[in-house]
């Protein structure tokens, strides 16, 4: 059964990779026009632009085997794939840097690293996860109806996810200047960086849950949910702190040149980020229940209203206004969603909010000082730049979460549970 829900997502991404292909050549035009992309560079964006489905189906087919993984229990082996597209990518990426390959470079070892993560999760299917086999053609096909029914709205929702993220380089480009785009990318690489690896932990969540909501556990699952959010948004304050507060010394280090607003950009982002991991175990939960809908509700709250602030904020206050058109409509898309899944669940707001009031007071408290702190550190370049970035980001990360745990937020107890489960592990 497993293997035939794995053929369909297989065959899903090739099919809306092909479909999104044969598109490009008639939006191309349109899409650079919409952008305002000079003629110089004309030539280099058309053929990104071509480059994206084939990217985007790769890097679906590598997902559908880490899933395929994560549902075997096999995380380890999951991450495993996952790690493998990294390494390709980030050693073709500074290969293609170093040898004048450019942009074209850099995107073609990214999709090389899709296609290799897809080889090494094949097979890790084959020997980590014996039972797994792929399903027939005729089983696939009779899959469909359920895929449809429980990714559809997943699906839209990670659309909608990912339009919400790139309308402000929209609007940027085609109402201010094309040069602020660079600002907010590299605050929105960062960001999503950040926010990628609690998700991580959610991942096994979603099991859990299932299991308890089949059995009608609901003392279980309020359970799961409390400690689950508690050490999200514990991971996630921490994540957020390193970066806001260290993110001078690690634009310089990295860039050395650094362009204007993009610390503004990393922080802001990296905010909203934060904000939108108020959501993440519940919406694990409402996976777990089958309601997926309730995702792309959410993520289409937050694209239109983020559109219409887009609309009458930016062209007035350029990057600024992107930032905070983002805020607001995160702010107002997580109230929505946690206030959706209270009326599913019978639970109190102030349940769901619970879990993200420590974390991010502590993280306000942190941040503050610590920008004030990092900015009377002395100028350096080199090796010795990037140890000041581990200080200026360490350092905060560290103290969000001894402040958590001095508060009782993250209990004792909880340590040593997660020590021994970790023990047990190995």
Same mark, same amino acid.
């Given at each position: 059964m497993a293997g035939e829900f794995a053929l369909v997502g297989m065959l899903g991404y090739v099919a809306l990779g092909a479909l999104w292909f044969a598109i490009t050549p008639w939006a191309r035009d349109p899409v650079l026009d919409l952008l305002r992309i000079a003629p110089a560079q004309r030539a280099l964006a058309g053929t990104l632009f071509m480059l994206g489905p084939v990217a985007f189906a790769c890097m679906g087919l590598s997902m559908?085997?880490?899933?395929?993984?994560?549902?075997?229990? !096999?995380?380890?082996? =999951?991450?495993?794939?996952?790690?493998?597209?990294?390494?390709?990518?980030?050693?073709?990426?500074?290969?293609?840097?170093?040898?004048?390959? &450019?942009?074209?470079?850099?995107?073609?070892?990214?999709?090389l690293g899709t296609i290799v993560?897809?080889?090494?999760?094949?097979?890790?299917?084959?020997i980590g996860a014996p039972g797994f086999a792929w399903g027939t053609? =005729?089983?696939?096909?009779?899959?469909?109806?359920?895929?449809?029914?429980?990714?559809?709205?997943?699906?839209?929702?990670?659309?909608?996810?990912? =339009?919400?993220q790139q309308v402000d380089k929209v609007m940027l480009s085609r109402y201010v200047a094309l040069v602020w785009v660079a600002p907010y990318e590299l605050g929105l690489r960062a960001s999503t960086v950040m926010g990628s690896l609690p998700n991580i932990m959610l991942t096994a969540?979603?099991?859990?849950?299932?299991?308890?909501?089949?059995?009608?556990?609901?003392? &279980?699952?309020?359970?799961?949910?409390?400690?689950?959010?508690?050490?999200?948004?514990?991971?996630?304050?921490?994540?957020?702190?390193?970066l806001v507060v260290g993110s001078p010394r690690l634009l310089a280090a990295w860039l050395g040149d650094v362009p204007p607003g993009s610390d503004l950009a990393v922080v802001g982002l990296s905010i909203a980020m934060v904000l939108a991991m108020a959501t993440g175990v519940v919406?694990?939960?409402?996976?777990?229940?089958?309601?997926?809908?309730?995702?792309?509700?959410?993520?289409?709250?937050?694209?239109?209203?983020?559109?219409?602030?887009?609309?009458?904020?930016?062209?007035?206050?350029?990057?600024?206004g992107a930032l905070v058109a983002t805020l607001v409509a995160n702010v107002v898309a997580v109230a929505w969603y946690l206030w959706r899944f209270a009326r599913l669940?019978?639970?109190?707001?102030?349940?769901?909010?619970?879990?993200?009031?420590?974390?991010l007071a502590v993280l306000g408290l942190v941040?503050?000082?610590? !920008?004030?702190?990092?900015?009377?550190?002395?100028? =350096?370049?080199?090796?010795?730049?990037?140890?000041?970035?581990?200080?200026?980001?360490?350092?905060?990360?560290?103290?969000?979460?001894?402040?958590?745990?001095?508060?009782g937020f993250v209990t004792p107890d909880e340590w040593r549970a997660l020590l021994r489960r970790r023990a047990a592990a190995r």
């Open positions: 559908v085997t880490v899933t395929a993984l994560q549902g075997w229990g !096999r995380f380890d082996l =999951a991450n495993a794939v996952t790690i493998s597209s990294v390494v390709v990518q980030v050693a073709g990426a500074l290969h293609a840097i170093r040898h004048g390959g &450019g942009l074209i470079g850099v995107i073609t070892y990214a999709i993560a897809t080889l090494v999760g094949l097979l890790m299917l084959r053609w =005729a089983g696939a096909r009779s899959r469909i109806r359920e895929v449809v029914t429980y990714g559809g709205p997943l699906q839209i929702g990670n659309v909608l996810a990912v =339009a919400h969540l979603i099991s859990e849950a299932s299991a308890l909501h089949a059995v009608g556990d609901h003392a &279980g699952l309020r359970a799961a949910h409390d400690r689950a959010a508690r050490w999200v948004m514990t991971f996630t304050a921490m994540l957020a702190a390193a919406a694990a939960l409402a996976r777990a229940f089958g309601r997926t809908r309730y995702e792309a509700e959410y993520s289409a709250l937050a694209f239109v209203l983020h559109v219409a602030l887009g609309l009458w904020l930016v062209p007035r206050h350029g990057l600024v669940t019978g639970w109190r707001m102030r349940t769901l909010l619970a879990p993200s009031w420590p974390p941040a503050v000082a610590g !920008r004030l702190l990092v900015a009377r550190l002395p100028e =350096a370049h080199g090796l010795i730049g990037w140890l000041w970035v581990a200080i200026a980001a360490g350092v905060p990360a560290l103290l969000v979460l001894a402040l958590l745990s001095v508060v």
